[in-house]
T-cell receptor
Framework: GENVEQHPSTLSVQEGDSAVIKCTYS??????FPWYKQELGKGPQLIID?????GEKKDQRIAVTLNKTAKHFSLHITETQPEDSAVYFC???????????FGSGTQLTVLP | DTGVSQDPRHKITKRGQNVTFRCDPI?????LYWYRQTLGQGPEFLTY????????KSRLLSDRFSAERPKGSFSTLEIQRTEQGDSAMYLC????????????FGSGTRLTVV
């Protein structure tokens, strides 16, 4: 089955700096890669996703890049703000309508 | 639409008791998923439904666990003879048929077995 590894497990940045979180996956059949943000006491919230037919996707301060050859994808957050502080999870699946395999999460702390 | 609703938000039970959780998905979503999340970990897949049919079950779903989705609307997850190892956050999510907009998760039910 799929295995997703996520690094780093914790990340602290100064407000206004950029943050990068990286994930690798094992199943070459995976073609849908979402990122979720989870705040304390809440369920994960989808913030951006990418499918294997594109290499990069951007939404305002958030971008995701995908390298299918190397089987890794990354989340980039620019101009970080304190409200970006949360746990971020990457995930992978062969189909957006099937089960997701999640990474172990990154605790992002944005220092004011 | 108010999103995915889960009830209760918190449940404390004694070891050996049975518990049941409920999930109400987004009304136009025909796929419904259950995940379990332990502290410091990502969610782990348990099972999913397409309409009322349960299409896939994880090996994490022991015979003490059962899920139903009568009439393809809300779903229930029951755990019989609870064990301390069942303590976790149980998350429900729903998606449209092709998953084009991704999953929408509920806020979860936190189970504590004492």
């Amino acid at each position: 089955g799929e295995n997703v590894e996520q690094h780093p497990s914790t990340l602290s940045v100064q407000e206004g700096d950029s943050a990068v979180i990286k994930c690798t996956y094992s199943d070459s059949a995976s073609n849908y890669f979402p990122w979720y943000k989870q705040e304390l006491g809440k369920g994960p919230q989808l913030i951006i996703d990418i499918r294997s037919n594109v290499g990069e996707k951007k939404d305002q301060r958030i971008a995701v890049t995908l390298n299918k050859t190397a089987k890794h994808f990354s989340l980039h957050i620019t101009e970080t703000q304190p409200e970006d502080s949360a746990v971020y999870f990457c995930a992978a699946t062969p189909s957006a309508a099937r089960q997701l395999t999640f990474g172990s999460g990154t605790q992002l702390t944005v220092l004011p | 639409d108010t999103g995915v609703s889960q009830d209760p938000r918190h449940k404390i039970t004694k070891r050996g008791q049975n518990v049941t959780f409920r999930c109400d998905p987004i009304s136009e979503h025909n796929r419904l998923y259950w995940y379990r999340q332990t502290l410091g970990q990502g969610p782990e897949f348990l099972t999913y439904f397409q309409n009322e049919a349960q299409l896939e079950k994880s090996r994490l779903l022991s015979d003490r666990f059962s899920a139903e989705r009568p009439k393809g609307s809300f779903s229930t997850l029951e755990i019989q003879r609870t064990e301390q190892g069942d303590s976790a956050m149980y998350l429900c999510a729903s998606s449209s048929p092709q998953g084009l907009d991704g999953y929408t998760f509920g806020s979860g039910t936190r189970l504590t077995v004492v």
